[in-house]
């Protein structure tokens, strides 16, 4: 089905674009009073992420509330070690936490790799946020990237260090790499799902990108994501690497399309590191939003005037704060339209 | 008093050592089980850090136990903010607790300034330190910066984002800067007062560094930084400010004789921004003591010809994490001090 509202494929390709598109990272979720609508009648966000029909629901809703260019489909990145044999649970306001966690070079050939149908609750999402959304914007698919989710697996829950994942890669690096290359060829399969059920397009969220030394983050992190950009040649592929300032250059030779930057990431410099043949994606500070609307207006054209016109998605640099005012992230949406419209 | 070590002392004012000195970041604490012996006789964190004998007697420790070439006073950045009239609790695991937290001009208004008396009980430990360490190494002062005290001031607990703190620099920053100057004007008093009582070098922590855009980070955090540092000409000021990647040049800039560098910092290209003006401190990744004995000789004299034989104090680029090794940070202070002697 042709889609009458392409821009973000078109940015994504490097094509030109009469205005610059923009979505929002966390589009779908607190900010929105139909969102938390929705959510309370659930028991829990890992309920509404595994009922496809409603999952459909609150990702179309900031298409039609905020007038983004793209919907991204509603789920998390920890569905990935739960297809692999490591179920979650999620509580409010304390984040998730994993029962089981990989300790051995046994806990590890227990788990599965991932194959396309494994993850049957998101494919069907897809399908039906595909037909409802009636080629109105593409969808967005996505996963965590490896060095992320190994975090998870290893760790168990959230971690302001993360330092038992970062142990495993200076104690046992042989183990660290075959966990990774699991995970990368189960991210593989799972994306190839989404794009198999409609995803136009696909990010790789690299959480915790920003804690590794560069030379292991290299290592540990971009060669798995340079595997799965390598693998996905049915759609354009987004990087975004939260904290990875010092591995922007190696990012740009990566096989991806486009590259997601955080609000810290100086946007003239990053391209610079990045060269021109990415499309960037980002990156005003998220908290930029519970400014007054002349400033949010004022800074947000600033961004674009730093980006200019082509190979550019407009976003935040982060995904918007629970707490933030609709109307102030529709401020943010709007300006870019007008603004890069005129450019 | 002539001390028998003053190495730390003369590497921060620029001049030739012998060899590199070198300090660990949280090396008094739960690493040592001499700590923890002592630790485990009080109630708490916060009982320990309020009596002046025994924050001594766990100031001195990693001289003697790890050959340290200084120690750094015991006590915690969140004494401030207590001294100023927001009284803090710490549990284990958990992190700090504010019941009380600054919401309006009214709170502020109702803070006091604290002066160099009003933190007795770490003047106290500092005179007790100063005259059991008998002039073997320096002693190293501290306090965290005004932006990461104004982060717990407003946020009252950690926090992943800190957006309750990132709002109020958009929402009102006039009301941020008279916090923040209320807070520096405290911790120079404060520091006054550890110089007074013996310090011979302090240490400014800025461990939400980070989390701002490179602007604001300059305009709500380096400029109370930059105050406290003109205020103390007394003894040689380090500035840590993690995350802090865009402002490197900004903070060279600072009258400090210290820039430390966390452990994703760039050695060749922070030595390049921050000019050749300044001692660097840092940074080999904390992680890296999981590592064999191999491979953390290897990665700290990599570190050190990185940095060079001058201008240097060596350090972890963040604290130890408490479940390391005894003998791993031995094994990293010892080779430093190796490798650069014969340098």
Known sequence: MKLENDLLLRAANGEKTERTPVWVMRQAGRILKEYRAVRGKLSGFIELVQTPDLAAEVTI???DILGVDAAIIF????VVPEAMGLPYTMEEGVGPFFPKTV??????NKLKTADEDSLGYVIDAIKV????LNGRVPLIGFAGAPWTIFCYMIEGKGSKTFSNARKSLYKDPAFAH??????ADSTINYLK?????GADIVQVFDSWAGILPTEQ?????LKYISKIANAITEVPVIVFAKGAYGSRKTIGEIDCDVVGLDWNMDIVESRDLIGPRKTLQGNLDPATLY?????IKSETRKMIDQFGKSRHIANLGHGVYPDMDVEKVKCFIDEVKEYSSNL
């Open 75 to 78: 789920s998390d990145i920890l």
């Open 217 to 221: 983050y290299d290592n540990f992190s």
């Open 193 to 197: 799902g989404q794009i198999s059920a």
């Open 291 to 295: 400014a007054d609307f002349n400033t």
């Open 103 to 108: 300790k051995s070079e046994t806990d590890l």
């Open 178 to 183: 075959k966990l990774l290359d699991k995970i």
């Open 129 to 132: 946020t595909k037909k409802e």
């Open 61 to 63: 809703q900031p298409v």
